[in-house]
């Protein structure tokens, strides 16, 4: 079952901004934490951001300061505000919850180039 979609990537330069969304069910944002991961062609998946179900954040140091992390639960979405893109930042963008089920949605690309 499809418990979450990201939308939101696409191409933008160097210095622009995105904002990514990952629409799921109520029942995973009433009880879960949620975070951001990001995979670049080749490369592992890693964690970039968290957001707790009281709203504390945490980022990892490559997306600090250029990254925000948010999440509405009237609309059941969380979302990535990316400013300053670089094109390090180009990378597959996948939402998930803190605590695994196993599910993972097809992600949203990201492409920073000029």
């Known amino acids: 079952q499809v418990q979450w979609v990201e939308s939101g990537g696409g191409l933008v330069q160097p210095g622009g901004s995105l904002r990514l969304s990952c629409a799921a069910s109520?029942?995973?944002?009433?009880?879960?934490?949620m975070v951001w991961y990001r995979q670049a062609p080749g490369k592992s998946r890693i964690l970039i951001a968290t957001i707790t179900l009281n709203g504390d954040t945490a980022y990892a140091d490559s997306v600090k300061g250029r990254f925000t992390i948010s999440r509405d639960n009237a609309a059941n979405t969380v979302y990535l505000q990316m400013n300053n893109l670089k094109p390090e930042d180009t990378a597959v963008y996948y939402c998930?919850?803190?605590?695994?089920?196993?599910?993972w949605g097809q992600g949203t690309q990201v492409t920073v180039s000029s």
């Open positions: 109520a029942t995973v944002f009433k009880y879960n934490d």
């Open positions: 998930n919850t803190v605590i695994e089920t196993g599910y």
